[in-house]
């Protein structure tokens, strides 16, 4: 258990589906992270908040749209997914100015885009 | 552009074996972080080093800066050890927002 809650921890969607991941902290961090893990490949960062503003987007296409409404909350809303969109939404926080601050991950959400 | 590269990708060892899992990169950091990740998908950072050895239980954690090389080990390793362990740097410039460059991880199976 690290602090971070995400739900669901699994999702099944049609391509024409819109669906929501949920990102929860309350360990008093104010930079909250959304991660994609597919396979065989490195985690890739997709968004970056920090105190509740995005910092960053990281070349993310725009059937992913991010949603932070406060320090604690951070959402992934989903729509149009294609199937290679399957895989594996981690999300993180940490305190924000604090380079060298440690990650804490949720346990992810495993996404099936049929 | 900073790589990170482990090995072995893959490794199965029965219980009780030492274990070593290397992680070697291309660029000077401030910071390498070793991450546990198991069949349930969460992620528990396991040490962050910036120079020499740390030990938490049965894991060991060296870094050598100069030769840009970690290593994590376990020792007397159980089942419960079986994850993908990750390993992580901070590059001085040039890492993602966040400031890490992940490697792809290595799949650890400990058979009883």
């Known amino acids: 258990e690290t602090g971070v809650t995400q739900t669901p921890r699994h999702l099944v969607m049609g391509m024409t589906n819109k669906k929501s991941l949920k990102c929860e902290q309350h360990l008093g961090h104010n930079a909250m992270y959304w991660y994609k893990q597919s396979a065989k490949k490195p985690l890739e960062l997709m968004f970056v908040y920090n105190f509740k503003e995005q910092t960053e987007n990281n070349s993310v296409p725009s059937r992913f749209s991010p949603e932070c409404p406060n320090s604690s909350h951070l959402f992934l809303h989903l729509h149009t997914l294609q199937p290679e969109d399957s895989a594996l939404y981690l999300c993180a926080s940490k305190i924000s100015g604090y380079s060298s601050g440690e990650l804490f991950f949720g346990e992810g959400s495993r996404l099936t885009v049929l | 552009k900073n790589e990170v590269e482990q090995s072995p990708q893959n490794l199965t060892a029965q219980e009780g074996e030492f274990i070593t899992i290397n992680c070697s990169y291309s660029v000077g950091i401030s910071a390498l972080h070793w991450l546990q990740q198991h069949p349930g998908g969460g992620i528990v950072s396991l040490f962050m080093?910036?120079?020499g050895k740390k030990k938490h239980g049965r894991l060991i954690a060296t870094i050598n800066i100069q030769e840009k090389h970690s290593s994590l080990h376990i020792t007397a390793s159980h089942p419960r050890d079986s994850a993908v362990y990750i390993c992580a740097v901070r590059p001085y410039s040039g890492g993602g927002a966040d400031g890490l460059t992940f490697g792809k991880g290595t799949h650890l199976i400990i058979q009883p």
């Open positions: 080093l910036s120079s």
